[in-house]
């Protein structure tokens, strides 16, 4: 039996009414179990199905006991829409009828309790009829119980579509049309793991879950393993897919193969990835090796976010979408030329900016674009870049978003298995199975799953052999994305919307913290200079710094706590910053008299010179004589002294601290513990000159009083 993923995460459905009349505040509070489901088969009917399985758990959510849990499947009519399809996938309620009775799970399930769900069907007869006309069906498993202190009710529910090729034992007919379609299949991380990379260092991880993605049952290794299998078993499978990479993703593995250490609590440690890391770069490189390979964007950063960042500067922008070199150094295929995939539609700046760095084609959503795009692509007005649109309605199914104007919004369904389900659902509407006439049916499908599809090696393959069996059944032809993009695009057409909603976009609380940062990476390459004995550029100093604004736009943060996407940003800006350090006293100074210089002995570890200034701080009894910038040159350390004026005799301390002329700290303060036996010439100056005013203004005072005296007794006599 085709199986879903054996391991998913699980999603709680809210009910929907279950008896004529109920309302919506019934169906809220019925929403009171769960269910995951393990198994549908087959995935698609076709004339040679002769049952339907569906297998899962069904899990009390609620805190009340709740009797006699049932559940039946219950199948609708035929979608001859997409605003059907969207209904389907957003869980509205739908007309249905019964495919079976109600089928007892268990007694009774305690709260937190759980129960097997078996359903196996026989389509035969009737239920045979129900799946008579070929097209895209929504399944409903439907579990109905009695809550405590309750009456009956559906407590829990899980729809999505199922395609009909051909009713269970009638001839499969003729088909004609077929569109032409071809597969994205996107490697990326779920999020980026660089914690630093400072230059000459090695590679530190934040954690090491990529080594566990690479290898064995993780998401990355059964991305690659399930590709491989499905294009060597299906030709025009292998003819249609093309494989995006992250730049990002594939440096990262790259430098794990050298070895690499992982962040944690009490320091860094060795990573465990290392052969793992060997392995999948090799299984990929056999898995690309002379197909269709696109570049996303670097961490598939979220371009118009990067031009927040610098506000009228679009390089971080031109820094993202240049990643092809580094796909084509680490794989040894040539990405397709002057083509990108970022996430939403970029901005009209953004575009720009693409254009500039030699991007000529964004593959991008077609709801966004206008109607005379959805087909062949389309050239922006004012712009020479080509959107190729990818199919919405597809996406929508394996995502979770709005699909076609007005509709309800799709769930953002993290049950991997039923994303898949309704995403192949999708791909046959697209493809015309039982579409109505007069609707709209494209000439070409490119089809573009989740960006961080998240399943078992097992549903991938499962997902790959069905749309290879959509070809084979030529409701779809197999079209490569070359041919595709050769075709002339419409002549204009506008950008979009301009980029994704704020609800969906970068946190501004992110995108303001980079924007500090990139402003303290710029004074750090402003204050550094070329050492000519190692000849390595300031900027490539600051490089890793740009890399981690890049991984912090990513948009795989979207959702997640906002410290997490600038963590790497601040360690490497630390990174940089602390190798020029003021070494901390080991013995009390003693300063022979009050206007001995203070030796500082200052590292500076870096490549590359760099001027900085002299802060004292906790500097009660020491004063900085003057304010200047101090060079210090690369790879090297020395004794600096600081002229400064005691402010008072004994013992104090003071603190000394670095930075550079635009005010970014270097390193960390050292504390110096000094005694004086003397004042500074400048301050016995200034307290001899206090003094001194201080006798006049006393004397002043003085002579008024004998001044006022001496006039009242003249006046009494």
């Known amino acids: 039996m085709k199986r879903f993923a054996a391991t998913f995460l699980s999603v709680l459905f809210l009910a929907v009414p279950a008896l004529a009349g109920a309302t919506v505040a019934q169906a809220q509070e019925g929403a009171r179990l769960r269910i995951d489901l393990a198994g549908l088969s087959p995935r698609v009917i076709t004339t040679s199905t002769t049952t339907l399985t569906v297998t899962g758990t069904v899990t009390n959510t609620g805190d009340r006991r709740i009797a006699k849990p049932q559940v039946r499947l219950q ?158 078993g299906n030709s025009n499978l292998a003819k249609s897919m093309c494989f995006a990479l992250d730049p990002d993703l594939l440096a990262t593995i790259d ?71 580094t796909i084509q150094e680490l794989t040894d295929v040539t990405p397709q030329t002057g083509v990108l995939w970022p996430d939403g539609t970029p901005s009209a700046s953004v575009l720009g900016a693409l254009s500039e760095a030699g991007v000529r084609t964004v593959l991008t959503d077609a709801g966004k674009l206008a109607p005379d795009a959805a087909g062949g692509g389309v050239t922006v007005q004012g712009s020479t870049v080509r959107l190729q649109p990818t199919d919405s309605l597809i996406s929508a199914a394996m995502t979770g978003v709005p699909t076609v104007p007005g509709s309800v919004t799709v769930p953002a369904t993290t049950e991997r298995a039923v994303a898949s389900q309704n995403g192949l659902g999708a791909l046959a509407f697209r493809a ?174 870096l490549p590359v010179g760099i001027n900085a200034r002299f802060t004292l701080n906790n500097n009660t009894g020491l004063r900085l004589e003057g304010a200047k910038d101090w060079y210090f040159p690369a790879s090297g350390g020395k004794n600096y002294f600081l002229p400064v004026e005691a402010l008072r005799a004994g013992r104090f301390s003071v603190d000394v601290s670095l930075s550079t002329p635009t005010d970014t700290p270097l390193g960390s303060s050292a504390r110096f513990e000094l005694t004086s036996t003397e004042y500074g010439a400048i301050t016995i100056i200034a307290t001899v000159a206090a003094g001194v005013a201080l006798l006049l203004l006393a004397s002043r005072r003085i002579y008024r009083r004998i001044k006022d005296a001496r006039a009242g007794r003249d006046v009494v006599a």
């Open 432 to 605: 015309g199975l039982g579409v109505a006439a007069g609707q709209p049916r494209p000439d070409h499908l490119l089809v573009a799953p989740p960006r961080r599809w998240d399943a078992s090696a097992e549903e991938f393959t499962t997902y790959l052999q069905q749309v290879g069996g959509f070809l084979d059944a030529g409701l779809v032809t197999a079209t490569g994305l070359p041919a595709l993009l050769a075709a002339a695009p419409a002549t204009s057409g506008p950008v979009g919307d301009g980029g994704p909603p704020p609800a969906t976009g970068v946190d501004p609380g992110v995108v303001s913290t980079l924007a500090d940062l990139d402003v303290k990476a710029t004074g750090l390459a402003s204050a550094m200079q070329l050492d000519p004995t190692k000849r390595v550029k300031p900027d490539d100093v600051v490089e890793p710094v740009r890399l981690a604004e890049l991984r912090g736009a990513s948009t795989a943060w979207r959702g997640l706590p906002a410290d997490a996407a600038t963590t790497n940003a601040q360690a490497e800006l630390i990174a940089i910053s602390g190798r020029v350090t003021v070494s901390q006293p080991k013995q009390t100074i003693a300063l022979a008299s009050g206007n001995s210089p203070l030796p500082v002995y200052v590292s500076n570890d």
């Open 75 to 232: 199948v609708g009519d035929r979608t001859t829409t997409e605003r059907g399809v969207g209904d389907v996938l957003s869980g509205a309620v739908v007309r249905d009828t019964p495919l079976t009775e109600f089928t007892p799970v268990a007694d009774v399930l305690e709260p937190g309790q759980s129960a097997p769900l078996n359903i196996t069907v026989p389509l035969t007869g009737t239920r045979a009829d129900r799946f008579a006309r070929p097209g895209v069906y929504p399944l409903l498993v439907n579990v109905n119980g009695t809550p405590e202190f309750g009456g009956a009710a559906r407590l829990g529910a899980v729809s999505m579509l199922l395609p009909v090729l051909a009713g269970p034992g009638k001839q499969a007919p003729a088909r004609g049309g077929a569109p032409s379609m071809t597969l994205l299949w996107p490697l990326t991380g779920n999020v980026p793991h660089v914690y630093a990379a400072p230059y000459g260092s090695p590679m530190v991880l934040a954690d090491d879950r990529m080594a566990a993605e690479i290898s064995g049952d993780g998401r990355l290794n059964a991305l690659v393993t399930s590709a491989a299998s499905a294009v060597r």
């Open 255 to 325: 430098a794990m193969t050298r070895g690499y250490l992982v962040h944690t609590d009490t320091g860094n440690v060795d990573g465990k990835g290392v052969e793992a890391a060997k392995t999948w770069l090799t299984e990929l490189r056999a898995l690309v090796g002379g197909r269709c390979v696109v570049a996303l964007p670097f961490a598939d950063a979220d371009l118009d976010a990067l031009t927040r960042i610098r506000p009228g500067d679009t390089s971080l922008v031109t820094r993202a979408a240049t990643g092809a070199a």
